[in-house]
C-alpha cells in the first residue's frame, strides 16, 4: 500500500558527490522515521542514515561529517547528500520508511513499514 522509489545513483569518482532521493505515496497517514540503509557483496544489509518526522537523525560512525540526510515531510521524500565517497561505499542503497497507513474515519488505523527497491552506487576511478 506504499511504495518507495528513489533515485540518484551512479558511478562516481573517489571524493565525488551524489544525492540520493526517495520518495513515498500510497495511502499514508503518516510518516513517522525514513532512512537509507545500504548492503554491499558479501555484507549485511547496515543502517546508513535515519531521520524522523521531527528532523532528528542517526548517522552510521563510517559516514557521519560527509553524509547529510534530509526530509521534505510535505513530499514525503527523503535525500541522503553523500559527500567525500570513498570505495568502501560502494553498495546497493535502500529507502525505509515506517508509519501509519490512511484509514477511513473509524477505521483502525494500522503501521506499515516499506522499503524501495534499491539503487546502486558505485565509487571507483
Known amino acids: 500500500q506504499v511504495q518507495l522509489v528513489e533515485s540518484g545513483g551512479g558511478l562516481v569518482q573517489p571524493g565525488g558527490s551524489l544525492r540520493l532521493s526517495c520518495a513515498a505515496s500510497?495511502?499514508?497517514?503518516?510518516?513517522?522515521?525514513m532512512g537509507w540503509y545500504r548492503q554491499a557483496p558479501g555484507k549485511e544489509r547496515e543502517l546508513v542514515a535515519a531521520?524522523?518526522?521531527?528532523?532528528?537523525?542517526n548517522y552510521a560512525d563510517s559516514v557521519k561529517g560527509r553524509f547529510t540526510i534530509s526530509r521534505d515531510n510535505a513530499k514525503n521524500t527523503v535525500y541522503l547528500q553523500m559527500n567525500s565517497l570513498k570505495p568502501e561505499d560502494t553498495a546497493v542503497y535502500y529507502c525505509?520508511?515506517?508509519?501509519?497507513?490512511?484509514?477511513?474515519?473509524?477505521?483502525?488505523?494500522?503501521?506499515?513499514?516499506?522499503w524501495g527497491q534499491g539503487t546502486q552506487v558505485t565509487v571507483s576511478s
Open positions: 500510497g495511502s499514508i497517514f503518516s510518516i513517522n522515521a
Open positions: 531521520i524522523t518526522s521531527g528532523g532528528s537523525t
Open positions: 525505509n520508511a515506517e508509519g501509519v497507513v490512511a484509514a477511513p474515519i473509524g477505521s483502525v488505523r494500522v503501521p506499515f513499514g516499506s
